[in-house]
């Protein structure tokens, strides 16, 4: 289900201060840490503070000259103007760019080429040690992390690691939902 929002934008979990909706209630926890006050990450060079560790691991590669084009909106960092561009959409919620095969819709043009692949079945980019075949680039790139045993992404609350940001998430909800239950 979780893994269907994402994909469809739906944002079901919404912030009661300032109204801003999360596709994953994991998300919308961490959110609410800012309006609390509780934002214990703090960038050493311009004082700026989040309340989790990968948003000003992103903020800080604006200070390493990796990342100049910041949104205005959550303040994530990208390195080209195009990376930016495509981000925002995301904030706006258009999908102009529709399949004529399914007319399935997305933000940016990118996308609708990533997912007509599916349609064609060209999957391009293939793993060297396993075989496994992506459409896309950068999610071969992402897969070969599990290859080389590296885990950039950790838990908040447990410090548990993973190589895939989509299975932190998924773990760190893990989290929320037995907090709310106690």
Do not use: W
């Not at 990376?83 to 995301?90: A, C, E, P, T």
């Not at 102009?96 to 060209?122: F, Q, T």
């Amino acid at each position: 289900m979780t893994h269907q929002r994402l994909h469809s934008g739906e944002r079901p979990y919404v912030c009661d201060v300032c109204n801003k909706a999360f596709s994953v209630k994991s998300n919308l926890v961490i959110h609410q840490l800012i309006h609390g006050g509780e934002c214990p990450y703090v960038c050493d060079i311009r004082n700026k503070a989040y309340s989790d560790k990968s948003s000003l691991i992103n903020y800080k590669r604006i200070h390493s000259g990796e990342c100049h084009y910041v949104c205005d909106v959550c303040n994530k960092a990208y390195s080209t103007k195009s990376s930016l561009i495509r981000h925002k959409s995301l904030h706006s919620g258009e999908h102009p760019y529709v399949c004529d095969m399914c007319n399935k819709a997305y933000s940016d043009k990118h996308s609708l080429i990533r997912h007509k692949r599916i349609h064609s079945g060209g999957y391009p980019y293939v793993c060297d040690v396993c075989s496994k075949a992506y459409s896309d680039k950068s999610n071969l790139t992402r897969h070969k992390r599990i290859h080389r045993g590296e885990r950039l992404y950790s838990c908040e609350v447990c410090n548990k690691a993973f190589s895939q940001q989509s299975s932190s998430n998924i773990h760190q909800h893990m989290h929320s939902v037995e907090g709310a239950d106690n």
